[in-house]
């Protein structure tokens, strides 16, 4: 008898249904169909496509309350609204705030995450703690910072603490400098989440590059400015983006602190935008959603683009 036997007699034992148990053929994922995917594919068409469609129709209407029936009327509510300076106003206020609120979230982010760095029992306690304004409200974010920063609110009572006299300082009523202290409010709430990504953008730094720089002589800044900061150029690129993209989108947050105010100089898109559809111009206010959707869209494949150029150099 052949030393195979056994074996062969054994393989013809087994069923043949149970002999490839295990094997997948290829392209077939039998685990994970496709139909599963249908829910999610219905949320986002009926939630997000169908409305973005009817953006762009409603725009070229006359669709408002005041109107009974809807037509079309061309591009005469782009002639009307860019005729008219509040859009261009709003329009410069947000890309203002959207850039402060940019460069506040990084710099404070990428501070937490250099003075966080050691893994310590310390240091992830108050990871946690920076990082909860992120899951909180920000409408509640919002109007705590607008109690605190009352003239009689918390901030100046603090601070009369410190002087000789009562602090009264109006925080929210001054028309050069509230928008600054919005968007320091709104980089606040996220900079705990700038702060995680900057974490983990240090972490995957290779230790041999920082004992080498040291050897060579190098100081706490040379090395950061040479070594550590280039090496974060994604998470640079992700955490500028977002921060910046994201609060071109901003309301809740700018709503509840000044409502636009004082003499609008806070006043972003999507504030006028909520104030247009409130007083029942709905194709004006889809039309104004529109151009910042484009707006939005324009800005943010060059920035991407310029930002990952700067990464292919590091």
Not at 63 to 71: D, M, P, T, V
Not at 227 to 252: E, K, W, Y
Not at 259 to 270: A, K, Q, R, Y
Request: overall charge neutral; aromatic content about 14%; proline content about 4%.
């Amino acid at each position: 008898m052949s030393s195979n036997s056994p074996a062969k007699a054994e393989r013809a034992v087994i069923p043949a249904s149970f002999r490839h148990f295990g094997q997948r053929p290829i392209g077939q994922r039998k685990d994970h169909p496709l139909w599963f995917l249908i829910p999610a594919l219905v949320v986002l068409v009926v939630f997000f496509f169908i409305p973005t469609i009817f953006n762009f129709i409603y725009a070229f209407t006359n669709w408002s309350s005041f109107s009974s029936e809807i037509s079309f009327v061309g591009t005469d509510n782009f002639e009307s609204l860019f005729s008219n300076g509040t859009l261009v106003t709003a329009l410069r206020v947000t890309l203002v705030y959207a850039v402060l609120v940019a460069i506040f979230q990084n710099l404070f982010g990428l501070i937490l995450a250099l003075l966080l760095e050691k893994d310590t029992r310390v240091n992830r306690f108050a990871r946690v703690m920076f990082f909860i304004p992120v899951i909180m409200s920000a409408l509640a974010v919002g109007y705590v910072f607008q109690a605190l920063l009352k003239p009689e609110g918390a901030l100046n009572q603090i601070l009369s603490l410190f002087t000789a006299e009562p602090v009264t300082t109006a925080w929210l009523g001054d028309t050069t400098w509230t928008i600054v202290v919005v968007a320091l409010v709104h980089s606040w709430k996220w900079m705990g989440l700038s702060m995680l990504i900057y974490l983990a953008g240090l972490k995957t730094i290779n230790e041999e590059l920082m004992d080498a720089s040291r050897l060579d002589g190098a100081t706490w800044w040379q090395t950061f400015r040479y070594i550590r900061f280039p090496l974060l150029a994604p998470a640079v690129t992700f955490n500028f983006t977002t921060a910046l993209l994201g609060s071109m989108n901003g309301f809740d947050i700018v709503q509840a602190t000044t409502e636009g105010g004082p003499g609008g100089t806070t006043e972003l898109l999507n504030i006028f935008i909520f104030r247009t559809f409130g007083q029942g111009l709905f194709a004006q206010a889809t039309t104004m959603s529109l151009i910042l959707f484009m707006l939005v869209a324009v800005l943010a494949f060059p920035i991407i683009r310029f930002l990952r150029k700067r990464e292919d150099i590091v």
